[in-house]
């Protein structure tokens, strides 16, 4: 803004955009195949045009262990790009109580672990291969319609809930999570997407969380109960066609 004259704002801008975007796209003529990671800003440069040509593999440096913070943000980034980066951090020190919730609050299409493989102990091994099966299971519904549950919100004292389903298979995931300061164990939130008159099979990851079968007008209107009888936790729950 600065460089500009007062009858020329944004002209400086607007050059420097297109000057940009031009240099992304003569990257990826002369090297076929090149991926970009558009980490920059805190993620601030994540707008349409750019992400024609590139990735946000790596959001924000703000939210590594404010976990409230990277649920809600990934709730927006699902409703805009197909393709983003999660990770986990699996440190040893940090291998207590609230790793399935940083774990679960980790998923996304691209997910990666960062750990100390030099001081890895077998319990961190084993929370490792638990977290990428659990993914395994999910991964390919992220590509599936997307429907935010819940409101928008990053209060710990509040729960954010989102699903994927394919509209074909009718089948696909629900996440929820229980913020760190929520004083309700559960949780009736109502889905979209579904048939009415189909009947549903739910089968929760955490065995907290149990089984149910409803119809699709059930768990639209009267809503899916998720159990979590822990503050900072998040279920993984299943859904597809009862037989």
């Avoid at 801008?13 to 991926?35: A, P, S, T």
Wanted: proline share 5%; aromatic share 14%; with cysteine.
């Amino acid at each position: 803004q600065a460089t500009d004259t007062p009858d020329r704002l944004g002209i400086a801008e607007n050059k420097y955009m297109v000057g940009h975007l031009r240099l992304w796209d003569r990257l990826r003529e002369r090297f076929d195949g090149m991926i970009i990671d558009s980490c920059a800003s805190g993620g601030r440069r994540n707008d349409l045009e750019s992400m024609r040509r590139a990735l946000p593999l790596h959001l924000s440096d703000f939210f590594n262990w404010r976990f409230s913070c990277r649920q809600a943000v990934q709730q927006s980034m699902f409703a805009w790009f197909p393709y983003f980066k999660s990770w986990t951090k699996f440190v040893n020190e940090k291998v207590d109580d609230t790793l399935e919730y940083q774990m679960r609050t980790s998923m996304a299409p691209f997910t990666s672990v960062r750990v100390d493989c030099l001081d890895m102990t077998e319990e961190t091994a084993a929370s490792i291969r638990t977290y990428l099966a659990e993914w395994r299971t999910v991964c390919n519904y992220y590509y599936a319609d997307y429907y935010p549950l819940l409101d928008w919100n990053y209060d710990e004292g509040r729960w954010l809930a989102h699903m994927f389903v394919d509209p074909v298979k009718q089948e696909g995931f629900v996440q929820a999570y229980r913020r760190e300061l929520n004083d309700e164990p559960v949780c009736r939130i109502p889905l979209k997407g579904l048939e009415p008159d189909r009947l549903y099979e739910f089968t929760a990851v955490t065995a907290d969380g149990g089984n149910a079968v409803l119809t699709g007008a059930q768990a639209m209107a009267g809503g899916l109960p998720v159990c979590l009888p822990q503050p900072a936790s998040a279920a993984t729950v299943r859904f597809k066609p009862a037989q």
